[in-house]
Nanobody, 126 residues
Framework: QVQLVESGGGLVQPGGSLRLSCKASGFTLGDSPIGWFRQAPGKEREGVACIRRTDGERYYADSVKGRFLISTNNARDTVYLEMNTVTPEDAATYYC???????????????????WGQGTQVTVSS
């Protein structure tokens, strides 16, 4: 099955850290820009961060800038979202997807060659 698979979610205390992973299953990420979105119950989906791996361009939403870090491994088959200084407002289901990634925004096209993961839940509680 061709899909993106997120992992690494779980329970984290306020102020703590968590690292999410996004890996392709059934296909290779290649040079596709990858983004992270999140959605909490009752809230709109928010584009959190993206990385354009051809030139290293990154985007971060203001809500996470300075706290979250998006990166890729040397094999370029996994994209990470490192979450630091987590707050209760960061609690959500986090999804990764193939996106268009720009310096000031990210965009999920939803085309036939675009992929969206099943999500991993992040709970913030002491």
């Amino acid at each position: 099955q061709v899909q993106l698979v997120e992992s690494g979610g779980g329970l984290v205390q306020p102020g703590g850290s968590l690292r999410l992973s996004c890996k392709a299953s059934g296909f290779t990420l290649g040079d596709s820009p990858i983004g992270w979105f999140r959605q909490a119950p009752g809230k709109e989906r928010e584009g959190v961060a993206c990385i354009r791996r051809t030139d290293g361009e990154r985007y971060y939403a203001d809500s996470v800038k300075g706290r979250f870090l998006i990166s890729t491994n040397n094999a370029r088959d996994t994209v990470y979202l490192e979450m630091n200084t987590v707050t209760p407002e960061d609690a959500a289901t986090y999804y990764c997807a193939t996106v268009e990634c720009y310096r000031n925004r990210l965009h999920y096209r939803g085309g036939p060659l675009d992929y969206w993961g099943q999500g991993t839940q992040v709970t913030v509680s002491s």
